[in-house]
C-alpha cells in the first residue's frame, strides 16, 4: 500500500527491518529534529532519528558533547508530535547512559514515554551491559560504532576508525558483543569499507553506514547535510542533492527586496474592513492624553 510511490503508509517496526535485513532490502534513515524535517523525512525515509547531532547541526554547538537528555525530550516530543510512519530513534546524549544502569533506563524510557520507538546510543562491548538493561525494560537499542562523536576527544577529532588490524578487529568483536546483547541494529560510522561489509555479512541485525562504504544494510546521513543546508566543508561522505542554503537564502532575499520596495504585501495578501466602517475610522480622531 503507498499513498504515492515515495511513501508507504504502513508504520516500519523493529521486525520489518529485520526482515528486510534477511531478505536483503536496504533502509534508508535521516535525521528530524522538528515538525518541519520530521514530515519532510518521513515521506522519505524508513527510520528516522532523533539525533544528538542536533547540537551541532541546529543548536550551534562544535560538537554533540554539550546536549542534555532535556534538549532531545525537546525535540524529540516536536518530531513525535507529527505520529510519523518510519521507526523514531532518539539518541542518548552525552552522560545519559554513562553515570548508572538506574538513569540510563530512566532517561531512554523517558524517551519512549515521549513517544520514541526505540533509543540509540554510542559505544562497544563496554557498553553491553547497559544495552542488556535498557532491552530488558522492553526498550529496543540500535548501536553506533567506528567514529562515534561523543569519543571525539579520545579518538583526537573526528577521525576514521578501524584502520589498523588490532581496531578492525575490536570493531568486530563489538559488533558482536552489542547484538548478543539484543541491539535491533548496528550504525557503523567513519570506518573502512571493507570491514563495514565484513560486519554487515557475519551479523543477524541490519547495518547502517555513515560513511562507511555501500555494503551497509541501509544508510543514514544528517538530512541538513543532504538537503545542502549546512555551510563549510562537509566530510568526504556526504552527498548534498541540493543547494539548499542558497535556495532557501535566495527564496528569503526575495521577500525582503519585497518588503523594501513596497511591493509585498500585496492587496490580495491583506485583509480588509466591511466597507460600512471605512468612516468609522476614518472619523475617528485621538483622545488627548490624559
Ligand atoms: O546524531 C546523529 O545524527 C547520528 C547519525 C549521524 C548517525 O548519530
Known sequence: MSQN????????????????????RRSVMTTAYDAVTAHIADRVADIILVGDSVGNVCLGFENTLSVSVAMMNHHLEAVARTRPRALLVADMPYLSFHVSREEAIRNAGGFLQRGADAVKLEGGAKRAEIVRALVDCEIPVMGHLGLTPQSVNVMGGFKVQGRTADD????????????????????LEGIPAELAARATEFLTIPTIGIGAGPDCSGQVLVLHD??????????????????????????????????????FPASEESYRLPEDLGDTIANWTPSNPT
Open 5 to 24: 510511490s515515495e511513501t508507504p503508509i504502513e508504520r516500519i517496526t523493529i521486525p520489518t527491518l529485520l526482515r528486510w535485513k534477511r531478505e536483503g
Open 168 to 187: 578492525a578487529l575490536r570493531l568486530l568483536e563489538d559488533a558482536q558483543r552489542l547484538q548478543e546483547a539484543g541491539c535491533f541494529a548496528l550504525v
Open 226 to 263: 543532504v538537503l545542502g543546508l549546512t555551510e563549510g566543508r562537509r566530510p568526504k561522505f556526504v552527498r548534498a542533492y541540493a543547494d539548499g542554503f542558497h535556495v532557501l537564502k535566495e527564496a528569503l532575499s526575495r521577500w525582503a527586496a519585497d518588503v523594501r520596495n513596497g511591493a
